[in-house]
């Protein structure tokens, strides 16, 4: 049949021609092409302040704390490298305003590209990708679209629930109302030519719950809806044909990283930078909130504050019972308004079937979350199952709970109380090399009193005043998280009564056997696999050392306790070079402080404490 005369009978059936406009340019431009991604690299200002380490006290000092915290990288790694952005440009400026119609191009969207590559007769029954608010969509919808267009493939896209295109080798066609799509909409003569059965129609959900219109959720075509986790947006559908489901994952931190470069506006000097990495930290990888500036971001900040607020202690008792089990249905787990939220979403597999996860978003909302709920209340998530048994690449939020869960401890006074919620610690000491084994200095009863929390942003700033219990704002991996300043107790001090409570001092030689400090806030699973950083006697001997503090004769009411800690639940004692000379240049700020580090543990673990060989000989002064 001629091109004119199923032009015509489209027409006829109420479809209208698209011979200008941005589709119009799109079906040019993509149809029968292969796709030309274009790649833009990251500004010099943004890459800058990371390229070395800077000193401490220096300016770029905070865009390089936060770089590590959020992008990582191992020591070895001369300064922090930051992505390219690939992506696709495209005339959607209208569509994509935020980017002006550019696409970032990553591997989730090449994933899915391929699942729609190799469209078979298991996928006749269509595919629902699943992904939450604020993570892509959209975008990937458009890329899709793009990516069909090239290889030629009729395709329908929807604009909206009334709103429909129809690309083909003919051109581009729009209809409103989804009644023309109707399978006897036209003479079955053409419509095997313009119409097939299991013609793909992608269907981006609004967000106000609408299920997908029925002439297209019939099985004629193949729908493949993008939505967010809940079932109103497709449980008639999903019972009826059992599409294969698929997860739509938020972009990780580089991705975000890479993202920003395209973004409509986005500032490119340093300042922007330091923004969005503190964005990342704080709201997690939603990318929507995290590409947020100005005004905007600091309403995500008040928005989730009220998210927090408004909950509570049942609620988060309930919020903590759905996270346990969520795995398909997410609906009154995630806040439907917010770009951001308590938890983040994470694509996980098992037997071959795709879930989202519910995640803690970062740990400055686990933060928020032990400044609200008391520690019964936090200690509720722990039967999430990325805490119980974290998957590859999500013990984040194991990580922050124990973390936070262990300030929560350490600084309210409430070890060794007897209270309804304590339960068995171990105190062991443990003696670097050539250290003197005095036993005793620092004890566990120096945390049974209540102290004030400070939130710091350079660890170069912590109070030197007693009672107070300062907890690092931005923090690496392998970093301590806190340091507290305490007033030792006099010689003979009544020994705490509280069951479970030991004191056993060490030696070198049992070292294998022993951890510095232990609690019991969440049950033991397997430790991962170490990271494999080498230090060799070349890279020990970079650290300066402070030498031996000076004699001092001092009256034992003037003695304090600089007390730094690292939470690691899976009992490694792990701390990068830049850490070591931070714990370093602060003890040369006072030597008449007595120094100690604890390592705060699961309880029963060997713990791994290779890294004590290149502590500063004072750090664990006994």
């Known amino acids: 049949m001629a091109d004119d005369s199923v032009v015509q009978t489209l027409l006829d059936s109420g479809w209208i021609q698209e011979t200008s406009g941005s589709h ?57 490298p930051l992505p390219d952005c690939r992506y696709l440009k495209t005339p959607w400026v209208d569509e994509l305003k935020q980017t002006q119609g ?31 608010r604020g993570v892509g969509k959209t975008y990937l919808a458009w890329y899709l679209l793009a990516a069909q267009l090239s290889q030629c493939r009729t395709i329908i896209f929807a604009l909206s629930s009334d709103a429909y295109l129809l690309f083909g080798s003919i051109g581009v066609f729009r209809c409103h109302g989804s009644l023309k799509l109707r399978s006897d909409s036209m003479p079955s003569s053409i419509r095997e030519i313009i119409l097939p059965e299991f013609t793909q129609v992608i269907y981006d959900t609004n967000p106000h719950p609408r299920q997908p219109p029925y002439e297209i959720s019939t099985g004629y075509y193949s729908l493949v809806q993008l939505c967010r986790p809940d079932p109103r947006y497709f449980h008639a559908w999903e019972r009826n044909l059992s599409p294969t489901i698929l997860m739509l994952d938020a972009l990780t931190p580089p991705d975000i990283v890479a993202g920003a470069y395209i973004q409509t506006g986005y500032p ?19 990318s929507r909130a995290c590409f947020t500036v100005g005004t905007d971001r600091e309403t995500l900040y008040t928005a989730l504050d009220e998210r927090l607020s408004a909950l509570s202690s049942d609620d988060v008792e309930h919020l903590a019972q759905r996270a346990s089990v969520a795995g398909l249905n997410h609906s009154g787990l995630l806040c439907p308004e917010n770009d951001c939220d308590i938890f983040l979403l994470r694509r996980d597999e098992k037997d071959g079937v795709e879930y989202l996860r519910p995640t803690l978003a970062s740990r400055y909302v686990v933060g928020k979350m032990r400044e609200r709920f008391s520690f019964l209340d936090l200690y509720s998530f722990r039967d999430m199952r990325v805490i119980r048994k974290p998957p590859d690449g999500l013990l984040g939020s194991r990580l922050w709970l124990f973390e936070h869960l262990s300030h929560a401890l350490l600084s309210s006074g409430s070890l060794g109380g007897g209270t309804e919620s304590s339960r068995p610690y ?4 443990v003696f670097p090399p050539h250290a003197k084994r005095t036993k005793g200095a620092l004890a566990l009863e120096h945390f049974s009193r209540s102290q ?8 170069l700033s912590i109070s030197l005043e007693p009672g107070t219990y300062n907890i690092r704002r931005v923090v690496s991996d392998l970093a301590f998280h ?53 230090r060799d006697k070349a890279v020990r001997a970079t650290v ?6 000076p004699k001092k004769t001092r009256l034992k009411a003037e003695r304090r306790f600089a007390v730094f800690m ?57």
């Not at 078979?120 to 595919?127: A, H, M, P, R």
């Not at 490119?268 to 503190?278: A, D, H, P, S």
């Open 24 to 80: 119009h340019l799109a079906w040019k431009q993509f149809w029968g092409r292969p796709l030309k991604p274009a790649i833009r690299q990251p500004w010099e200002s943004w890459v800058a302040p990371i390229k070395s380490r800077p000193e401490p006290d220096s300016d770029d000092a905070e865009a390089w704390r936060l770089a590590r915290a959020v992008l990582g990288e191992e020591d070895d790694v001369e300064g922090i």
């Open 102 to 132: 550019r696409i970032m191009i990553t591997r989730q969207c090449e994933r899915f590209d391929g699942v729609l590559n190799d469209f078979t007769q298991s996928y006749d029954s269509g595919i629902l990708i699943e992904g939450q």
């Open 268 to 286: 490119n000097r340093k300042e922007g930078f330091v923004g969005l990495l503190q964005s990342i930290h704080d709201f997690g990888s939603f």
């Open 426 to 429: 171990v105190w062991e000491q």
């Open 452 to 459: 004030v929390l400070h939130i710091i942003d350079d660890e």
């Open 482 to 534: 806190a340091a507290t300043y305490v007033v030792p107790y006099p010689r003979k001090r009544t020994k705490a009564q509280s069951p479970g409570i030991e004191h056993r001092p060490i030696t070198r030689a049992s070292l294998k056997d022993s951890g510095t400090a232990s609690t019991a806030a969440i049950d033991q699973t397997r430790r991962p696999t170490r990271s494999s950083r080498t």
């Open 544 to 549: 300066p050392s402070t030498g031996p503090p």
């Open 566 to 622: 690292q939470m690691n639940p899976h009992g490694v004692l792990s701390l990068r070079d830049e850490e070591i000379l931070r714990l370093d240049a602060f003890m040369a700020r006072d030597t008449t402080v007595e120094y100690f580090f604890v390592l705060v543990s699961l309880l029963g673990l060997d713990c791994d404490l290779t890294d004590l060989d290149v502590l500063p000989l004072s750090i664990l002064s006994p």
